[in-house]
């Protein structure tokens, strides 16, 4: 269950823990498209017996379809964009590099 999203990425709950770094393909979006994403935290909800993962998408963008975005949403792969977002062109040049292979997406 998507429980939080961005342009970078989304917050959901787990009935498992997943490692950090781990490849997961997410489904069921209206976009209908392969959404490939990295597991970049992987939090215990102790109240719960669910885990909280960061996912970060290998390709930033409005995958979920909302219609109306927040303001504070920029779509965008310029240079001036990506040099304001610290790590985003690293993350991007080796998740480019790392998703050629297979996504996990048994864990979800």
Not at 6 to 35: E, H, M, W, Y
Not at 45 to 74: F, M, Q, R, T, Y
Request: glycine content about 6%.
């Amino acid at each position: 269950m998507i429980i939080l999203a961005n342009l970078q990425g989304c917050a959901v709950k787990c009935f498992r823990p997943i490692p950090v770094g781990t490849t997961v393909q997410i489904d069921g979006l209206p976009t209908q498209s392969l959404i490939i994403a990295r597991v970049v935290n992987c939090i215990d909800i102790h109240s719960e017996p669910v885990w909280l993962l960061g996912l970060a998408l290998d390709e930033p963008g409005n995958v979920w379809s909302i219609a109306s975005p927040p303001s504070d949403w920029i779509e965008s792969d310029s240079p001036d964009f990506l040099s304001l977002q610290p790590g985003i062109q690293e993350k991007q040049s080796n998740s480019r590099k790392a998703s050629s292979g297979k996504a996990e997406d048994e864990y979800l």
